[in-house]
């Protein structure tokens, strides 16, 4: 299912984050979100996650809309958020056991007791933690490393079902193989859910990216295909960003 | 940069006036214990915790059995009363304290009694519910004199153990599409729970140590023991005050002491245990 922002404007009290960002996230491949720090790409992905509106002096306008429907309109916070579902850049476990991470969405929403077990498994296979952790499910979450806790909180949103994951530099603070791990987990997923990415590494948006959205404070100055818009930018500001850092 | 005397001479008084000033509280406590230990310790005996006081001027022999009951009864009780109500007062002002002016004055407000004289208290508890409500110098009296008496520093405790609880998981939390309240009841709650534990055993220290709040509302020199809501009570430190302002036994005032030391002692690991636990339970820390 295609994300699409129109004309989307976001301010936090009086500092205007997003300017008029228009762009369409398509369904069943990964897109990518690059540019500088604080040029707004996490406000980005949380007011399409509709947890920007949780900080308080949060003003919208413009629509952000899944399949069609819009996301601020036709569906109230909680299944939003559902809808769409985020990863955040530093994986947080939840005070409680590996497998009760995995099920916190589930259980609010109703689960069987006897389906439990079988959601938990799935989510931990579908990211390759299952294996890692099967004889400890019960054992608390914080005992995890980081790719670990990483890959957890990819199965927790697994677990809620969602048309659409972001992932907000989900890989800024892991090793070389939980790198590769996460990379091939988001191209698996690409297979079946629209997958945004923000990163800061451009080598992983050409690894894994179809397409690429180039931001600069707060407004979006190109999209397009990734390997296109990196090596051949058509606006001088996306030469300085993108040139201009590699020297 | 060179190594100049001077600057060795700075670093050693530097290191020194740390280590000194975060010495300095354990070696005030020892001294404290050591001196109870040194002249009450001698009175401690199986008889002292599980008899009647006795003598010529009460207090001068036998036991201190009722005082124990007494200041059990009291805790028990004042907490019963105190940390429910403060427990929702806290969530409510970390949930929902800083939506409006009014929720922010009733923070100011309860923060602010923190600081209020407990002899005050105890001259409302007196007005109120001994008087009043002609509770009578009771156990019902004193132990809702202390139950106000600590309401406010649970409150604020308990607030801020909530708060940094919620601000570690609200973001996470809420982005998986659940409401505020599953997500106060499974993760906030749950991992607030060391805090609220301490703050629960800071307010018990309080309340077994406060003197002046149950002279008037509830504390008596002398019961048999029995606990009775409209009954009064002997209390610890009230039992140690009449011993040594009146001259009846310093070395029993000591020792009495010493006994309100050991409850608040086995309070404290009642509070290690409880806090390791919820922290094996959730894993954090």
Not at chain 2, 29 to 37: A, D, K, Q
Not at chain 2, 137 to 162: E, H
Not at chain 2, 211 to 240: D, N
């Amino acid at each position: 299912m295609n994300i699409t922002l129109r004309n989307l404007n976001v301010w936090y009290s009086a500092c205007h984050i997003l300017k008029d960002v228009g762009v369409e996230f398509k369904s069943r491949q990964i897109s990518a979100i690059i540019g500088p720090s604080g040029c707004g790409k996490t406000t980005l992905l949380k007011s399409i996650n509709r947890t920007a509106e949780l900080q308080p002096g949060f003003r919208r306008k413009g629509d952000i809309l899944l399949a069609g429907i819009d996301l601020y309109r036709a569906l109230d916070a909680v299944t939003a958020r559902r809808s769409i579902a985020m990863v955040f850049q530093n994986p947080i476990a939840l005070p409680m056991s590996i497998k009760e991470n995995v099920l916190f969405g589930p259980r609010y929403y109703g689960i069987a007791r006897t389906e439990a077990e079988a959601v938990a498994e799935r989510c931990l296979r579908e990211v390759a933690l299952w294996d890692e952790v099967k004889d400890k499910l019960s054992s608390p979450a914080s005992n995890l490393s980081g790719g670990q806790l990483q890959r957890l909180s990819i199965a927790r949103v697994l677990a809620l079902d969602p048309k659409a994951i972001l992932f907000d530099e989900p890989c800024s603070s892991l090793d070389i193989r939980s790198i590769r791990q996460i990379e091939e987990l988001l191209l698996k997923l690409a297979d079946r859910v629209t997958v945004v990415i923000v990163t800061h590494n451009l080598q992983q948006a050409r690894r894994i990216a179809r397409d690429t959205a180039l931001l600069l404070e707060g407004e979006l100055v190109e999209f397009g295909e990734t390997e296109k818009l990196l090596s051949q930018p058509q606006k001088e500001r996306s030469k300085d960003f993108l040139f201009g850092q590699l020297g | 940069m060179k190594l100049t005397s001077a600057r060795i001479f700075w670093d050693r008084l530097g290191l020194f006036l740390l280590w000194g000033s975060g010495l300095l509280l354990p070696a005030i406590l020892l001294f404290i214990v050591g001196c109870l230990v040194w002249k009450g310790g001698r009175v401690i005996s199986w008889e002292f915790l599980s008899t009647l006081p006795k003598g010529a001027v009460l207090g001068a022999a036998g036991g201190i059995l009722p005082a124990i009951k007494g200041t059990l009864g009291l805790i028990g009780l004042s907490m019963a009363f105190a940390a429910p109500v403060a427990l929702i007062t806290a969530v409510y002002l970390a949930e929902y304290g800083y939506s409006s002016r009014a929720d922010r004055a009733l923070y100011a407000i309860i923060t602010g009694m923190v600081g209020l004289p407990s002899i005050l208290t105890g001259m409302f508890g007196y007005a109120v519910f001994v008087v009043y409500l002609g509770f009578g110098l009771s156990l019902l009296s004193g132990s809702l004199t202390l139950a106000i008496m600590v309401f406010p520093t649970l409150v604020a405790l308990m607030r801020n153990s909530i708060l940094s609880a919620a601000d570690k998981y609200r973001a996470l939390g809420l982005s998986l599409g659940v409401s505020r309240w599953y997500l106060l009841l499974r993760v906030t709650l749950p991992a607030a729970v060391p805090g609220l534990v301490s703050a629960a055993l800071l307010a018990i220290g309080y309340a077994a140590g406060a003197t002046a709040p149950i002279m008037v509302t509830a504390a008596v020199i002398m019961s048999r023991g029995s606990i009775e809501l409209t009954q009064p009570v002997m209390a610890l430190p009230y039992h140690l005050y009449i011993l040594f302002s009146q001259h009846i036994s310093l070395e029993r005032a000591y020792a009495t002491a010493l006994v309100l030391l050991g409850l608040l002692l086995v309070c404290n690991i009642a509070a290690l245990v409880i806090r390791k636990m919820a922290q094996r339970e959730t894993g954090s820390l």
